[in-house]
């Protein structure tokens, strides 16, 4: 059974510019979730989504974005990027939400933002 | 507000030795508590839940609501448990959002 996927692993992008990430959920999954991994600030909540709907959102500026589609992928996008935004992005899927239902990582897609 | 603190940034011991990676909590409601590990170049993986009440590669943690806290340990530390290990907690309720603590990376010298 295939891990959660994410695409680009790695990628690099000048300030003012948008960046679109994508995830593919384990086969089954449909609850999708982001996460923005810094040395600085850890691992912090973006999103989550299920069934296309948004169900939470994180502290985070308007300039993230994300959606989710019928067949649970999931893309997350970053307009007007600033350096600070330079982060690995993780991705994590789960059969539905909650419910102590187990949560499964992607390897995370590496942005540099210069 | 919602936190999970992990004290220590680096836990260093030595092969054999026991282990205890401190976590705790604030939140007012039932929360779900959860340890992931990260080994070097792999993905971040869930190690156990407080729900589950079980063992994984050796290790344990028990959920103490007076103290807020949700400490990991093992009895004896083997080399191949260096990682970095995050605390993590899931509201209750349907939802899949979990907040994590700084981390803690664990290094077993030989």
């Known amino acids: 059974k295939a891990g959660v996927t994410q695409t680009p692993r790695y990628l690099i992008k000048t300030r003012g510019q948008q960046v679109t990430l994508s995830c593919s959920p384990i086969s089954g999954h449909r609850s999708v979730s982001w996460y923005q991994q810094t040395p600085g600030q850890g691992l912090q909540f973006l999103f989550e989504y299920f069934s296309e709907t948004q169900r939470n959102k994180g502290n985070f500026p308007g300039r993230f974005s994300g959606r989710q589609f019928s067949n649970s992928r999931s893309e997350m996008n970053v307009s007007t990027l600033e350096l600070g935004d330079s982060a690995l992005y993780l991705c994590a899927s789960s059969l539905v939400p909650g419910g102590g239902n187990t949560i499964y990582f992607g390897e995370g897609s590496w942005l540099t933002v210069v | 507000a919602q936190r999970v603190t992990q004290p220590e940034k680096l836990l260093s011991v030595f092969k054999g030795a026991p282990v205890e990676l401190k976590c705790n909590y604030s939140?007012?409601?039932?929360?779900?508590l959860f340890w992931y590990v990260q080994y070097s170049r792999q993905r971040l993986q869930l190690l156990l839940r407080?729900?589950s009440r079980e063992s994984i590669k050796g290790f344990t943690a028990d959920l103490n609501k007076g103290e807020t806290s949700f400490h990991l340990k093992k009895p004896f530390a083997q080399e191949e448990d260096s990682a970095m290990y995050y605390c993590a907690l899931s509201f209750s309720g349907n939802t899949g959002k979990l907040i994590f603590g700084q981390g803690t990376t664990l290094q077993v010298k030989p």
């Open positions: 407080h729900i």
């Open positions: 939140y007012s409601g039932s929360p779900e």
